[in-house]
């Protein structure tokens, strides 16, 4: 299919090496252009809301904010942005995660150059793309705009769960998401009666089952 006008394109991810390797790809066609970088999930939600860009092709595990939670909110707040996500990981959480949060496609860094341009193209035309080396066996149910999980926590305590999983204090993570202590402890507090776990290693062990984090990024 071929495009009337440039396709908008955002990318981020917090390494600049890979962000500058996606946009020598891109930017050898003719009919893309990237209007914009980001190098973490909440600068992601600013530019996004300000360039309002065609597609975001955005890094799935972020340190701070992921790339989920950033999926999900920049969603929520313009539904006609194609969201697709990078990632090195192909477990089922986080394509899940993502899909959930209302991305279009799911990538592998280390997949194929041409394949970026593929699943750019495929999700302008309103189309799931999931990359070729990636299990496809849930494909016919995102492609019907099914979740495949229910959401058990807020996005808020995604946030907050991430941030502990990645070893900060509560008075560090109000200063990140603009709240008192106290109130990072409450959230705290309902993550562990929801999901009825109690100590920082089960609380980090389910943040990584559910891709809110990898503690490798």
Do not use: W
């Amino acid at each position: 299919m071929t495009y009337k006008r440039e396709i908008k394109i955002i990318l981020v991810d917090d390494h600049k090496l890979l962000r500058d390797g996606l946009r020598n790809i891109i930017e050898q066609r003719s009919n893309m252009r990237i209007v914009g970088e980001a190098s973490d999930g909440r600068e992601a939600i600013k530019i996004c809301l300000k360039l309002e860009p065609d597609v975001l092709v955005i890094d799935v595990a972020m340190p701070g904010l992921n790339g989920i939670e950033a999926a999900t909110q920049i969603h929520k707040n313009n539904p006609g942005i194609k969201i697709i996500g990078l990632s090195m990981h192909s477990g089922k959480q986080f394509i899940q995660g993502m899909f959930n949060a209302g991305a279009f496609g799911y990538l592998l860094k280390d997949g194929d150059a041409d394949e970026l341009i593929i699943a750019i193209t495929t999700v302008m035309e309103n189309k799931k793309y999931l990359s070729k080396d990636i299990d496809q066996e849930f494909l016919p149910l995102l492609r019907k705009g099914e979740a495949i999980s229910k959401a058990v926590l807020s996005a808020r305590e995604n946030e907050v769960l991430q941030l502990i999983a990645e070893g900060n204090s509560s008075k560090q993570i109000g200063e990140v998401l603009f709240l008192s202590s106290k109130t990072v402890d409450v959230h705290r507090n309902n993550i562990m009666k929801k999901i009825d776990l109690y100590t920082i290693p089960e609380l980090t062990k389910y943040a990584i089952q559910k891709g809110l984090t990898s503690l490798d990024i």
